[in-house]
């Protein structure tokens, strides 16, 4: 019988008697103890959800004296929804970009349920460790401890080798150990075929590469890298502008507070052709001289500038050209001035 209820369908189902047997001593001598009914999440049905209420029976064996169920064949005892409805769900959540909470709606379950779903029926198997390893975080929830979840990406074909529920480093040391934990010793060891390890300068990972791939290299993406030097460089610069902060008109500080970008852009990048006014030094100019009244203004900020243009200089050489150029001297040079 189908009926609809608060803009669901309920489908009423009568489990059809049939002869019992007594599932503890086989006998046929099996009476009918009281009726019982639950109800199962259906399958959507004219774009609505559904229930399927189940009608079946409890028995007992006159034999033994044992009590049980009817056979309810839609779902197993322990759960509330149908088994139909739990591959739809499956089904639904199979496009990348499906959401939890929307399949949820579908079919008027908590998105918790559809969550638990998920984890109890699909598991993904992990890809092989690559020969070039990117490791990295992301945002994963606010509501739980462990804020970032730990990914792995195979940089020749961008496929993301796991996904781990947390980035930090007892997790991951757990998880690093297991790999390969159980090879006998003449096996080839899948964490030594990884040749390159890429992440950023976040702790952690690094000992972690340091323990796990000894056999690789420790790459850092440029970019944190460029970040680092750039941070160095702006706090430089807001130590020398508090210097002048007594005198908030003066030249200095203005050109410290308002054309700070100067400093951060590539030297050769800067413009030196187009005049323009410029209303803290007063006359038509180009950027190039508004950067260069900006590193008069202090030693500090010109020689950590002329570092970090170094820097830039190195870190834009590209591979053809690389022969020329001696990267571990000229970058183990730089790191000393840096220091310095
Ligand atoms: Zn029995």
Redesign the pocket.
């Known amino acids: 019988n189908i009926t609809r209820k608060d803009e669901k369908y309920v489908f009423s189902i009568v489990m059809k008697r049939q002869t019992y047997e ?1 599932p ?2 086989h ?1 046929s001598h099996v009476n009918i103890k009281a009726n019982k009914s639950k109800k199962l999440v259906g399958a959507q049905f004219n774009n609505c959800p559904s229930i399927y209420m189940i009608h079946f029976k409890r028995l007992c ?1 006159r ?2 004296g ?1 009590s049980f169920y009817d056979h309810v064949p839609l779902a197993d005892e322990t759960t509330k929804i149908a088994r139909v409805t739990q591959l739809h769900i499956l089904e639904d959540l199979k496009p990348f970009n499906s959401v939890f909470a929307s399949v949820a709606r579908k079919y008027d379950i908590s998105t918790t349920k559809v969550i638990s779903l998920f984890d109890e029926n699909v598991q993904v198997k992990r890809h092989p460790l690559p020969r070039i390893l990117l490791i990295d975080e992301f945002y994963f929830q606010r509501h739980s401890q462990q804020k970032y979840a730990f990914v792995m990406m195979n940089f020749e074909n961008k496929v993301i080798v796991d996904i781990i529920k947390s980035r930090w480093q007892n997790v991951l040391s757990d998880y690093f150990y297991s790999i390969d934990a159980e090879k006998g010793k003449g096996e080839k060891r899948e964490k030594e075929k990884v040749e390159f390890v890429c992440s950023d300068l976040y702790e952690p990972y690094r000992s972690i590469i340091a323990t796990y791939f000894k056999n690789a290299t420790y790459l850092v993406d440029h970019f944190h890298v460029v970040k680092l030097v750039n941070d160095q460089l702006n706090n430089t610069r807001k130590r020398e502008m508090r210097k002048h902060s007594y005198a908030r008109q003066s030249k200095e500080y203005r050109l410290l507070k308002f054309r700070y970008k100067l400093l951060m852009q590539y030297g050769p990048t800067v413009d030196i052709e187009t005049y323009r006014f410029d209303s803290i030094l007063g006359c038509h100019c180009v950027n190039k001289t508004v950067l260069d009244e900006i590193l008069s203004i202090s030693d500090d900020i010109k020689a950590f500038y002329d570092v970090k243009e170094a820097f830039m200089a190195l870190d834009a050489i590209d591979e053809k050209s690389a022969a020329e150029h001696d990267l571990e001297k000229e970058l183990d040079e730089i790191i000393k001035r840096f220091h310095q």
Do not use: A, V
Request: proline share 0%.
């Open positions: 007594c503890e001593c006998s064996c034999d033994c044992s």
